[in-house]
Each structure stands twice: as structure tokens, then as C-alpha cells.
């Protein structure tokens, strides 16, 4: 039988404190100029608190030069947040860029084309 965890919910905690301190972060800490206005969206960390999946969207910069400069960068934010954590195991970064934002402004856009579409159709 797998062992429970005493404290309901401590990975989301963790999770959210990591994105917390990471936002925190990335905005004092990294001088690379490839990263521009970045926003964490989520944080997943493994049961074993291993390895962590931060999501980020940009407002500015390119994407994928975004992803290689928070992965170049993800062993000195991962010991900035060792200093500020109090658990055992700090997780390794894994950076990964969110598209959502992206696929919402699409999705707005096809609402937009159909309804005005759907009013000229009204309109004959």
C-alpha cells in the first residue's frame, strides 16, 4: 500500500509558491535580453518534487528564444530557489512555452469572422 501524505494538497502548494517565487525571479534575476515580459501560467511538480514543468507565456520576444534563455538559465533560478524554499528537494526546471493564449486570440477571431458573417447573412 502506498504511503499517504500527511498534509492534503502540499504539491499544489509547492507548485504555486514556485511559480510564485520563479515570477519573482525571472523578473530581478535574469539579465539575458532574449527574455523579454514573461508570465508563468502553471507549474506541475512530480509527486516526488523531481522535476517541475513551468509554463510561460510571452507579451514580448520571440518564443523559442524565450524557452532556450529559461533553459539556459534554469540551474541558477533552481538554486536562487533553494535559498527561498524550505523543503528537502528542490525541483529541476523545466521550462515549456504555453500556447493558450495564442489559440484563445485565434478562437476570438473565428467568433468574430462567423458572427459578422452570420449578420450579413441577416442582413440579405
Given at each position: 500500500?502506498?504511503?499517504?501524505?500527511?498534509?492534503?494538497?502540499?504539491?499544489?502548494?509547492?507548485?504555486?509558491?514556485?511559480?510564485?517565487?520563479?515570477?519573482?525571479?525571472?523578473?530581478?534575476?535574469?539579465?539575458?535580453?532574449?527574455?523579454?515580459?514573461?508570465?508563468?501560467?502553471?507549474?506541475?511538480?512530480?509527486?516526488?518534487?523531481?522535476?517541475?514543468?513551468?509554463?510561460?507565456?510571452?507579451?514580448?520576444?520571440?518564443?523559442?528564444?524565450t524557452l532556450e534563455a529559461l533553459n539556459h538559465a534554469?540551474?541558477?533560478?533552481?538554486?536562487?530557489?533553494?535559498?527561498?524554499?524550505?523543503?528537502?528537494?528542490?525541483?529541476?526546471?523545466?521550462?515549456?512555452?504555453?500556447?493558450?493564449?495564442?489559440?484563445?486570440?485565434?478562437?476570438?477571431?473565428?467568433?468574430?469572422k462567423a458572427v459578422s458573417?452570420?449578420?450579413?447573412?441577416?442582413?440579405?
Amino acid at each position: 500500500m502506498p504511503k499517504r501524505s500527511t498534509v492534503p494538497n502540499r504539491g499544489f502548494r509547492i507548485a504555486d509558491q514556485i511559480q510564485r517565487d520563479l515570477s519573482e525571479l525571472i523578473a530581478r534575476e535574469v539579465k539575458d535580453p532574449r527574455v523579454g515580459m514573461v508570465t508563468l501560467s502553471a507549474v506541475e511538480v512530480t509527486p516526488d518534487y523531481a522535476h517541475a514543468k513551468v509554463f510561460f507565456s510571452v507579451l514580448t520576444g520571440q518564443p523559442d528564444e524565450t524557452l532556450e534563455a529559461l533553459n539556459h538559465a534554469a540551474g541558477h533560478l533552481r538554486n536562487l530557489l533553494f535559498k527561498r524554499l524550505h523543503i528537502h528537494t528542490v525541483p529541476t526546471l523545466h521550462f515549456i512555452f504555453d500556447r493558450t493564449t495564442e489559440r484563445a486570440a485565434d478562437m476570438n477571431a473565428l467568433i468574430a469572422k462567423a458572427v459578422s458573417s452570420r449578420a450579413k447573412d441577416a442582413e440579405e
